[in-house]
T-cell receptor, first 110, second 115 residues
Framework: QQQVKQSPQSLIVQKGGISIINCAYENTAFDYFPWYQQFPGKGPALLIAIRPDVSEKKEGRFTISFNKSAKQFSLHIMDSQPGDSATYFCAATGTYKYIFGTGTRLKVLA | GAVVSQHPSRVICKSGTSVKIECRSLDFQATTMFWYRQFPKQSLMLMATSNEGSKATYEQGVEKDKFLINHASLTLSTLTVTSAHPEDSSFYIC???????????FGEGSWLTVV
């Protein structure tokens, strides 16, 4: 009930391509779904977040797609750049206690 | 903005000693702060939730006597690793909540190496 499953574990994308990372949750009480970007040796930085009352949210090159019935949400990075190479974590929460996914290591090739 | 600062960013201590890590919210007041531990190439593991003016709430399996957490003000929480051992070596990250919408912001993390 408290797990957030994230896939893939690692992802390699060509520069300019689309990176897609998926997450699935079980607890229907979750109502806030953020994505964090983490560079090696640094703390995670909030990238974008969504609530279940919308199916999509876009901020620049980053888009969250949310499917409430399937209990899934995904991060799309358009026009991926080498500077996007990092680890991405999805999370879900109904309080301040976040449940994090296992992370996806993204590498964008120049 | 919402800036959370940790200090020190890196610390090396001898086995058996104690080390303190500070977490500060620089431009907002945080009634709730969180401490995480992260092993290489792994996800974040919540250790405890720190509430200003009250005792921290520890996650199952986290030794509260070993990882002392104090949230003395609305902008400062500290994590003290007592009687540190090499297995305590890890990346420790704090986060703080800014508003009532569940958004939390992370510090830069602190690398602890126990030798």
């Amino acid at each position: 009930q408290q797990q957030v499953k994230q896939s893939p574990q690692s992802l390699i994308v060509q520069k300019g391509g689309i990176s897609i990372i998926n997450c699935a949750y079980e607890n229907t009480a979750f109502d806030y779904f953020p994505w964090y970007q983490q560079f090696p040796g640094k703390g995670p930085a909030l990238l974008i977040a969504i609530r279940p009352d919308v199916s999509e949210k876009k901020e620049g090159r980053f888009t969250i797609s949310f499917n409430k019935s399937a209990k899934q949400f995904s991060l799309h990075i358009m026009d991926s750049q080498p500077g996007d190479s990092a680890t991405y974590f999805c999370a879900a929460t109904g309080t301040y206690k976040y449940i994090f996914g296992t992370g996806t290591r993204l590498k964008v090739l120049a | 903005g919402a800036v959370v600062s940790q200090h020190p960013s890196r610390v090396i201590c001898k086995s058996g000693t104690s080390v303190k890590i500070e977490c500060r919210s620089l431009d907002f007041q945080a009634t709730t702060m969180f401490w995480y531990r992260q092993f290489p190439k792994q996800s974040l593991m919540l250790m405890a939730t720190s509430n200003e003016g009250s005792k921290a709430t520890y996650e199952q399996g986290v030794e509260k006597d070993k990882f002392l957490i104090n949230h003395a003000s609305l902008t400062l929480s500290t994590l003290t690793v007592t009687s540190a051992h090499p297995e305590d070596s890890s990346f420790y990250i704090c986060s703080a909540s800014k508003d009532s919408g569940y958004t939390i912001y992370f510090g830069e993390g602190s690398w602890l190496t126990v030798v």
